[in-house]
């Protein structure tokens, strides 16, 4: 069974700190993606990484993609009060049918 | 475009009732999904379809069933509600490596 292993699981931080959250699994994953979702609402994506080592930025977010596709993080840069909300990792096996999602990094930026 | 939509939004059900959950989509997508999620968690996958006529299991198959007559439409059933099915469901259709998600069905069984 794939596994998605996020963390931390809650973090609270104040407005303008940095912070990075974590997607770990012992399988090997054909792409990684990472979603935000907010209250009430169903997930949207943020980014997809494909290829080991792959790093992307969106804006202050930065993703990268492990080298053996295994694992993923996320970084934050000067965090807002926007930021608020769930974040998912998942990742698509290699049969490339299912999406696994991990259990999410729930973040709380204080102004 | 509608994208991913599911009907109902709510519903309250007794224990041992039935009830099936909608989902239909517009982007021709093969590959559909069903996730619940409960407070405070992640996505956990019930069922998946790959195409009109094939479906398969997830991780939490038990208490549901799906069945997939058409690329649009992906249903949900519930044949004998228990509280443990209390969560939020989520379909979903995807694209590639992207999913796109409905806004959910708030199922609370009491």
């Known amino acids: 069974t794939q596994l998605l292993e996020q963390s931390p699981q809650f973090l609270s931080i104040q407005e303008g700190e940095n912070l990075t959250v974590y997607c770990n699994s012992s399988?090997?994953?054909?792409?990684l993606q990472w979603y935000r979702q907010e209250p009430g609402e169903g997930p949207v994506l943020l980014v997809t990484v494909v290829t080991g080592g792959e790093v992307k930025k969106l804006k202050r977010l930065t993703f990268q993609f492990g080298d053996a596709r295994k694992d993923s993080s996320l970084h934050i840069t000067a965090a807002q009060p926007g930021d608020t909300g769930l974040y998912l990792c998942?990742?698509?096996?290699?049969?490339?049918?299912?999406?696994?999602f991990g259990a999410g990094t729930r973040l709380f930026v204080k102004a | 475009n509608a994208g991913v939509t599911q009907t109902p939004k709510f519903r309250i059900l007794k224990i041992g009732q039935s009830m099936t959950l909608q989902c239909t989509q517009d982007?021709?997508?093969?590959?559909m999904y069903w996730y619940r999620q409960d407070p405070g968690m992640g996505l956990k996958l019930i069922y998946y379809?790959?195409?009109?006529?094939?479906?398969d299991k997830g991780e939490v198959p038990n208490g549901y069933n799906v069945s997939r007559s058409t690329t649009e439409d992906f249903p949900l059933r519930l044949e004998l509600a228990a509280p443990s099915q209390t969560s939020v469901y989520f379909c979903a259709s995807n694209a590639l490596t992207e999913a796109f998600f409905g806004q959910g069905t708030r199922l609370t069984v009491v």
């Open positions: 379809s790959v195409g009109a006529g094939i479906t």
């Open positions: 399988s090997v994953f054909s792409s």
């Open positions: 982007m021709n997508h093969n590959y």
């Open positions: 998942a990742g698509e096996n290699t049969g490339g049918f299912k999406t696994i």
